[in-house]
Antibody, heavy 121, light 110 residues
Framework: QITLKESGPTLVKPTQTLTLTCTFS??????????VGWIRQPPGKALEWLAL???????RYSPSLKGRLTITKDTSKNQVVLTMTNMDPVDTATYYC?????????????WGQGTLVTVSS | QSVLTQPPSVSGAPGQRVTISCTGS?????????VHWYQQVPGTAPKLLIY???NRPSGVPDRFSGSKSGTSASLAITGLQAEDEADYYC??????????FGRGTKLTVL
């Protein structure tokens, strides 16, 4: 059974760097074809894909946020970390990590519960 | 402005059929990328509802069905139930923007 859970600060100040951790179980990022992605959702707004990392350390970033995002993995801990620099109040959102589908389906079949991050001074 | 266009809201009475449209472009649907649909009850994480245009994950009732043709896709829900009231998002891959979502459609069961 695949599960994912996000952790990190609930409140960050403007200009600070956000670090979020996704801890997962039920699969390994040493397995060919697998990955973990991050998606966020501002309150009352739509989902927005942020970044994704694959088993082979291939990393993909949202073009609109690419300069602010870094995604890394720690296979020994079954964790994926997302950092976002220069946080702004507009980055207030629930941040989800999710498991990408396999078999070339470019979507997400398992999601974490999400963690709400508020950006405020 | 989202790459995938959905109506903000749809509604229907219990037992009725509703459809939710999702319009893309030549860089996503038109390039052959699949559409996936998610159901999100407010306050909870999205749940995969339809993948690969027409496929239902295990446990999703067959009242839910999906289709895609050209640069458009749609989600149909038959035999509407109160528990179907939620937000629905379409998602695909775009050759420029990568993973993209629609703005979401709020389904109200009257």
């Amino acid at each position: 059974q695949i599960t994912l859970k996000e952790s990190g600060p609930t409140l960050v100040k403007p200009t600070q760097t956000l670090t979020l951790t996704c801890t997962f179980s039920g699969f390994s990022l040493t397995t060919s074809g697998l990955g973990v992605g991050w998606i966020r959702q501002p309150p009352g707004k739509a989902l927005e894909w942020l970044a994704l990392i694959y088993w082979n350390d291939d990393k993909r970033y949202s073009p609109s946020l690419k300069g602010r995002l870094t995604i890394t993995k720690d296979t020994s801990k079954n964790q994926v970390v997302l950092t976002m620099t220069n946080m702004d109040p507009v980055d207030t959102a629930t941040y989800y990590c999710a498991h990408p589908m396999t078999n070339n389906y470019l979507g997400f079949d398992y999601w974490g519960q999400g963690t709400l991050v508020t950006v405020s001074s | 402005q989202s790459v995938l266009t959905q109506p903000p809201s749809v509604s229907g009475a219990p037992g009725q059929r509703v459809t939710i449209s999702c319009t893309g472009s030549s860089s996503n649907f038109g390039a052959g990328y699949d559409v996936h649909w998610y159901q999100q009850v407010p306050g909870t994480a999205p749940k995969l509802l339809i993948y690969g245009n027409t496929n239902r994950p295990s446990g999703v009732p067959d009242r839910f069905s999906g289709s895609k043709s050209g640069t458009s896709a749609s989600l149909a829900i038959t035999g509407l139930q109160a528990e179907d009231e939620a937000d629905y998002y379409c998602q695909s891959y775009d050759s420029s923007l990568k993973w993209v979502f629609g703005r979401g459609t709020k389904l109200t069961v009257l």
